[in-house]
């Protein structure tokens, strides 16, 4: 069964940074894409960042500059250290992942950015 688990959302100040984290199980971990989307209230779910399992990685234009996504591999987890962070950041976080055509998502995070 195949799972993803997100942690380190919360509040935070504008300008201030978080370091979400997703753990996965069930899937071979090393040869899946994995991304990061997030969905505002009203608003469609879109995508944060992506980073392969070659290691390439792409970024929405929002947020380029600002956020880093990255992975380890030997803990089957991706990150999302986000910097700079803005009211306009403030959404639901979800992982993602891709792995053999098939789409896994886990339940999501709250990041509320606000003073």
């Known amino acids: 069964q195949v799972q993803l688990v997100e942690s380190g959302g919360g509040l935070v100040q504008p300008g201030g940074s978080l370091r979400l984290s997703c753990a996965a199980s069930?899937?071979?971990?090393?040869?899946?894409?994995m991304g990061w989307y997030r969905q505002a209230p009203g608003k469609e779910r879109e995508l944060v960042a992506v980073?392969?399992?070659?290691?390439?990685?792409n970024y929405a234009d929002s947020v380029k500059g600002r956020f880093t996504i990255s992975r380890d591999n030997a803990k089957n987890t991706v990150y999302l250290r986000m910097d700079g962070l803005k009211p306009e950041d403030t959404a639901i976080y979800y992982c993602?992942?891709?792995?053999?055509?098939?789409?896994?998502w886990g339940q999501g995070t709250q990041v509320t950015v606000s003073s």
């Open positions: 993602y992942a891709n792995i053999l055509l098939r789409d896994y």
């Open positions: 069930g899937i071979i971990f090393s040869i899946a894409d």
């Open positions: 980073i392969r399992s070659s290691g390439s990685t």
